[in-house]
């Protein structure tokens, strides 16, 4: 019988090359008395190709310091973004519903800080109590997940119609390979729809019509936010979908027993209304989105908080 690697009691997490990463949870359950803040620490190789793609929370507020040849990407709007490139050591914040990316820097991959590694360091006590265990328990969730991924199919609770489809074509390394790809995704999709996390998705850029002529250069801003807010609905909607999908067809869930420390069996998440949230905040036209008014306070306006259902016992 093959069941799911424990990895409750493991704080390093190592992937290998070509997206070599290192993801160290030692300080992230450090003691009050303790003098550092509790932090997940990222570190990526020389040549590594692994990086946050564009992605968006509703919910998370993060702030993460980077030491080494760092890129960074942020967008509050399409008329509104920045990029930071550095090798030297800053600190970036991302609220939520800010678009963002971060990777290691191709051009001083190329330098003479070529062979530094970057670090990054989320900091788990810059957001309330639960928002750190939330973060955390993301990160624990997809480390765990992609270190099983290669092992899904033979697993014991494993739908048969799953082991069925991967031995349609017996002996196909090439199709095994296919199909293992295909259910990570679907299980990705299933755990970032707990966490209210979002890969973009731009399927439809209307903005893109303003690049030919005889039409002027720049669209109106009508257009740019109907691009912004169409992202970010297909991006929900693209997760939402393959979530259900994972879940009915494959049996998936977002959470799993052998992937969680004992001290976050209690975890607790805000589950946003997104679409109450979004109307707090105010369209103007230098950012697209201001700060607005956005509760995270229990009882808050649009803020609904939920327990994990710690009792469940959640399927191997």
Known sequence: MTYRTNTSQTNIFTQTHPKAATFDFTGAH????????????????????????????SSS?????????????????????SELVGTGDF??????FCVYSWERDETADSGKFHKEVLEIVIRLDETDEEGGEELELLFRTVCSILLDAGRYPRFATTPWRVKTLVGLFPGSAAWEDFVTRALLKAQLAVTYREFAYYPVMEAVKPTKLWSWSPLPQKPPDWVARLQWEGM?????WKVAVAAIVARKAFGMHALYEEYIPERLE????PSFDE???????????????SEGVENRSEGGSGNVW???????????
């Open 266 to 269: 209690h975890c607790t998440r």
């Open 30 to 57: 450090k003691s009050a008395s303790e003098a550092s803040p509790r932090h997940i620490r990222i570190s990526l190789p020389y040549g590594s190709t692994w990086g946050s793609s564009s992605h968006w929370h």
């Open 275 to 289: 679409d109450a949230a979004r109307r707090q905040r105010v369209w103007t036209g230098s950012r697209e989105w």
């Open 61 to 81: 507020h993060l702030t993460v310091d980077f030491s080494g040849p760092a890129r960074v990407r942020r967008a509050w709007g399409p008329r509104n973004s």
């Open 306 to 316: 939920r327990r994990f259902p710690t009792g469940r016992r959640r399927n191997r």
């Open 232 to 236: 970010q609905k297909l991006s929900r």
């Open 91 to 96: 600190q970036v914040s991302f609220e939520p």
